[in-house]
């Protein structure tokens, strides 16, 4: 049934979808997460997450759990003291598991190392000795501004392991951007590589840095990996981390930190604006990662492999490949390269060469996966898969069931996490054994976690209603704060719902007739018209749904009768036949959107497009659409992954209008 609550609501509800699946009678038996973890956080919240925290080793036990008396600055397990590098690694030797694999790392060309615990403590530690040689301890920042291969992993907890504050930049941004990061929180030192493979050939990484290094005086040294083997300018700060490194005792003595000791920072762009640093410290994000790994992907650490395919720029990387799946002794997949190198199957070729159990991706590349065809998976044996996982977007019920059929064998629980950069770890999401999921809802808050749909006034929308997603109860991992910002942390997080003490997500959502949440985009990004709050994400949601159509973004143009009116942006499928782009194909296009929910929501305009405009991390950048919706010159590109994508989308406009 469709509601509509029509005109003031916050939000409007078009979009349903009522298809769930409950997990098999044997997932839900030998599911970490059973049904009574609800109930016992519910019970009592502070002891729930001290038992969590019990996960852990502590050097000291904390004395109090939790104290919000500083709102919005919270401190979690105070008191306490903790190394985290310890926690994720060496403790994991201690208790026998030394030759257990931790990382099986896939080089893009082809290459690939295998590194057990026992390596990785040796590594980190002789890391670690280099970090202290140079002068750096703890609260010093280091700039990480690397590819995925190994020594980034080896980089990043030898950070923890000094008590240092990593800050790592995506190896795809630019001097500029990497200058700038390194400015914000004055860092002393940058690690590096000479270059980087991409699509097959390698290119120099290091000029980057270089450049920026030039324009930021704080920097002492630049440790630099050899990767490509590619010639570089050598400069006075710079050293090989395989002359620096190499050569230092792989011995060294982890020191225990205090719990609210920073661990990094991570910038955040949104889509305009100077980036955010967003600080997270020690115990409570360790925390909330591990509970979060063991919990919504089931991990089994005797059993599976997991396989994450983020990049450590990203929080993604940080919480799901570094610290969540190390500190519960995971086996992991990490790949350097991009997913159609050398070949459209490259994933699922590395999930049968190490019989992937449990893979986390975002919906971009299912959706890019669509676009490429389901006879590519097809070719290879994924029924070790068991366990998929979603996080970045909200994922449009069509391209959840196409990942739940043509990867998971339809049967593998997919968990679809919401979580934030600032969030830290996971918040929203479907116990994989406990909850029947539902194509493109996350559902519910974890247990121990606060979250609510509210209306404009911060009052809680009733079931079917939609609003804003606030966060209603300080949780371990959350932000301590934008670095070096006070007033910025307390406006952008806190200033919206100041009165109820919520924290304000930026996310639209709603509740179904369950109690579900569904994710509705970026409140900025929704459309207007006239009088209906309308989310992209169900326009988007209902395009995909054509079996044309694999990727779709739309936006609010103005329009003088309406006051916005919806434009849809489409990428066709792979099978899609040639008439699929026609002025007959796009009229069925506004008429299913019409049908699936409601007239109100039929596109004004439908282009066929060859790309989306996206951000490094795959989130389609609305704001580039709405300026050539509007026939404006195109705002700024330097945020975007590709931007001859804005080109190829102006020419294609204009050599065919779809417009009736
Ligand atoms: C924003 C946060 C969390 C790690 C990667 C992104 C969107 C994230 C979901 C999801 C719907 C989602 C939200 C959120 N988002 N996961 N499962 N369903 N939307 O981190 O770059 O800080 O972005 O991503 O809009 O606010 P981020």
Redesign the pocket.
Same mark, same amino acid.
């Given at each position: 049934m469709t509601q509509s609550p029509g005109q003031g609501q916050a939000l409007d509800n078009l979009l349903t979808e009522s298809r769930t699946f409950p997990p098999s009678d044997e997932f839900a038996a030998q599911a970490n997460a059973q049904p009574a973890l609800y109930e016992e956080a519910k019970a009592d919240r502070e002891a729930f997450w001290a038992k969590q925290a019990e996960r852990l080793h502590w050097d000291t036990k904390w004395t109090q759990v939790l104290d919000w008396s500083d709102a919005p600055f919270a401190k979690w397990f105070v008191g306490g003291k903790l190394n985290v590098a310890y926690n994720c690694v060496d403790r994991h030797v201690e208790s026998g598991h030394g030759d257990q694999v931790a990382i099986h790392w896939e080089g893009e060309p082809g290459d690939s190392r295998a590194i057990t615990y026992g390596e990785l403590q040796r590594e980190v530690s002789k890391a670690a000795n280099a970090l202290t040689s140079l002068g750096i301890g703890a609260e010093d920042r280091v700039a990480i501004y690397m590819p995925m291969i190994p020594e980034a992993i080896f980089a990043m907890l030898a950070c923890a392991r000094v008590g240092a504050m990593h800050s790592v930049v995506f190896g795809g941004f630019s001097a500029e951007a990497l200058r700038t990061r390194i400015e914000d929180s004055a860092c002393r030192l940058v690690i590096t590589t000479d270059g980087q493979y991409r699509r097959g050939t390698p290119a120099p990484l290091k000029p980057a840095v270089d450049e920026a290094v030039a324009g930021a005086p704080s920097v002492e040294k630049v440790i630099v990996v050899k990767r490509t083997d590619t010639e570089v300018a050598w400069m006075d700060k710079d050293v090989w981390w395989h002359e620096l490194v190499d050569s230092q005792s792989d011995q060294h003595t982890p020191e225990a930190f205090d719990a609210e000791h920073p661990l990094f920072i991570l910038y &955040?762009s949104g889509t305009t604006g100077k980036p955010k640093g967003i600080l997270h410290t020690s115990g409570g994000y360790l925390t909330q990662a591990s509970y979060t790994q063991h919990h919504v992907f089931d991990l089994k650490p005797d059993t599976d492999v997991y396989w994450c395919t983020a990049d450590i720029g =990203?929080? &993604?990387g940080h919480s799901y490949i570094v610290y969540g799946p190390l500190s519960n002794r995971v086996t992991q997949v990490v790949y350097e390269g991009t997913p159609n190198t050398p070949h459209e199957g490259r994933h699922w070729e590395i999930v049968q060469k190490y019989g992937v159990s449990i893979y986390y991706t975002a919906p971009t590349l299912i959706r890019t996966f669509m676009k490429w065809g389901a006879e590519i998976p097809a070719k290879f044996d994924l029924s070790s898969l068991r366990v998929l996982g979603?996080?970045?977007?909200?994922?449009n019920p069509e391209a959840w069931i196409w990942y739940r059929e043509n990867v998971g064998g339809g049967k593998a629980p997919i968990v679809? &996490?919401? =979580?934030? &950069?600032?969030t830290g770890a996971i918040m929203i999401s479907p116990l994989p054994g406990v909850v029947s999921t539902k194509p493109g809802s996350?559902q519910r808050p974890l247990p121990g976690i606060g979250a609510k749909v509210v209306n404009d006034e911060g009052v809680e929308v009733p079931h079917g209603g939609g609003g804003y997603l606030v966060l209603d109860e300080p949780w371990p991992s959350m932000l301590r704060g934008i670095w070096g910002d006070e007033e910025r942390y307390r406006e952008t997080y806190w200033s919206r719902f100041a009165e109820q003490g919520f924290y304000f997500?930026?996310?639209g959502a709603k509740y179904d007739d369950d109690g579900d949440i569904w994710?509705l985009g970026?409140v900025d990004d929704v459309m207007n018209v006239s009088g209906h709050r309308i989310s992209t994400t169900e326009v988007e949601s209902a395009l995909v749904s054509h079996p044309t159509v694999a990727e779709a973004a739309v936006v609010g143009a103005s329009d003088a009768t309406t006051g916005q009116g919806i434009v849809a942006f489409v990428i066709l499928r792979g099978g899609a036949g040639s008439d699929a782009g026609g002025a007959d194909a796009i009229k069925r296009l506004r008429d299913h959107v019409a049908k699936e929910i409601g007239p109100i929501a039929k596109p004004r305009q439908i282009m066929v497009v060859p790309e989306l405009p996206k951000t490094r991390?795959g989130k389609i950048m609305r704001r580039l659409l709405r300026d050539v919706a509007e026939n404006r010159a195109v705002g700024d590109v330097t945020t975007l992954a590709d931007s001859s994508v804005m080109d190829l989308i102006s020419a294609g406009l204009q050599s065919g209008k779809s417009e009736d």
């Amino acid at each position: 049934m469709t509601q509509s609550p029509g005109q003031g609501q916050a939000l409007d509800n078009l979009l349903t979808e009522s298809r769930t699946f409950p997990p098999s009678d044997e997932f839900a038996a030998q599911a970490n997460a059973q049904p009574a973890l609800y109930e016992e956080a519910k019970a009592d919240r502070e002891a729930f997450w001290a038992k969590q925290a019990e996960r852990l080793h502590w050097d000291t036990k904390w004395t109090q759990v939790l104290d919000w008396s500083d709102a919005p600055f919270a401190k979690w397990f105070v008191g306490g003291k903790l190394n985290v590098a310890y926690n994720c690694v060496d403790r994991h030797v201690e208790s026998g598991h030394g030759d257990q694999v931790a990382i099986h790392w896939e080089g893009e060309p082809g290459d690939s190392r295998a590194i057990t615990y026992g390596e990785l403590q040796r590594e980190v530690s002789k890391a670690a000795n280099a970090l202290t040689s140079l002068g750096i301890g703890a609260e010093d920042r280091v700039a990480i501004y690397m590819p995925m291969i190994p020594e980034a992993i080896f980089a990043m907890l030898a950070c923890a392991r000094v008590g240092a504050m990593h800050s790592v930049v995506f190896g795809g941004f630019s001097a500029e951007a990497l200058r700038t990061r390194i400015e914000d929180s004055a860092c002393r030192l940058v690690i590096t590589t000479d270059g980087q493979y991409r699509r097959g050939t390698p290119a120099p990484l290091k000029p980057a840095v270089d450049e920026a290094v030039a324009g930021a005086p704080s920097v002492e040294k630049v440790i630099v990996v050899k990767r490509t083997d590619t010639e570089v300018a050598w400069m006075d700060k710079d050293v090989w981390w395989h002359e620096l490194v190499d050569s230092q005792s792989d011995q060294h003595t982890p020191e225990a930190f205090d719990a609210e000791h920073p661990l990094f920072i991570l910038y &955040t762009s949104g889509t305009t604006g100077k980036p955010k640093g967003i600080l997270h410290t020690s115990g409570g994000y360790l925390t909330q990662a591990s509970y979060t790994q063991h919990h919504v992907f089931d991990l089994k650490p005797d059993t599976d492999v997991y396989w994450c395919t983020a990049d450590i720029g =990203w929080v &993604t990387g940080h919480s799901y490949i570094v610290y969540g799946p190390l500190s519960n002794r995971v086996t992991q997949v990490v790949y350097e390269g991009t997913p159609n190198t050398p070949h459209e199957g490259r994933h699922w070729e590395i999930v049968q060469k190490y019989g992937v159990s449990i893979y986390y991706t975002a919906p971009t590349l299912i959706r890019t996966f669509m676009k490429w065809g389901a006879e590519i998976p097809a070719k290879f044996d994924l029924s070790s898969l068991r366990v998929l996982g979603s996080v970045g977007e909200p994922i449009n019920p069509e391209a959840w069931i196409w990942y739940r059929e043509n990867v998971g064998g339809g049967k593998a629980p997919i968990v679809d &996490t919401w =979580w934030q &950069t600032e969030t830290g770890a996971i918040m929203i999401s479907p116990l994989p054994g406990v909850v029947s999921t539902k194509p493109g809802s996350a559902q519910r808050p974890l247990p121990g976690i606060g979250a609510k749909v509210v209306n404009d006034e911060g009052v809680e929308v009733p079931h079917g209603g939609g609003g804003y997603l606030v966060l209603d109860e300080p949780w371990p991992s959350m932000l301590r704060g934008i670095w070096g910002d006070e007033e910025r942390y307390r406006e952008t997080y806190w200033s919206r719902f100041a009165e109820q003490g919520f924290y304000f997500a930026g996310d639209g959502a709603k509740y179904d007739d369950d109690g579900d949440i569904w994710l509705l985009g970026r409140v900025d990004d929704v459309m207007n018209v006239s009088g209906h709050r309308i989310s992209t994400t169900e326009v988007e949601s209902a395009l995909v749904s054509h079996p044309t159509v694999a990727e779709a973004a739309v936006v609010g143009a103005s329009d003088a009768t309406t006051g916005q009116g919806i434009v849809a942006f489409v990428i066709l499928r792979g099978g899609a036949g040639s008439d699929a782009g026609g002025a007959d194909a796009i009229k069925r296009l506004r008429d299913h959107v019409a049908k699936e929910i409601g007239p109100i929501a039929k596109p004004r305009q439908i282009m066929v497009v060859p790309e989306l405009p996206k951000t490094r991390s795959g989130k389609i950048m609305r704001r580039l659409l709405r300026d050539v919706a509007e026939n404006r010159a195109v705002g700024d590109v330097t945020t975007l992954a590709d931007s001859s994508v804005m080109d190829l989308i102006s020419a294609g406009l204009q050599s065919g209008k779809s417009e009736d």
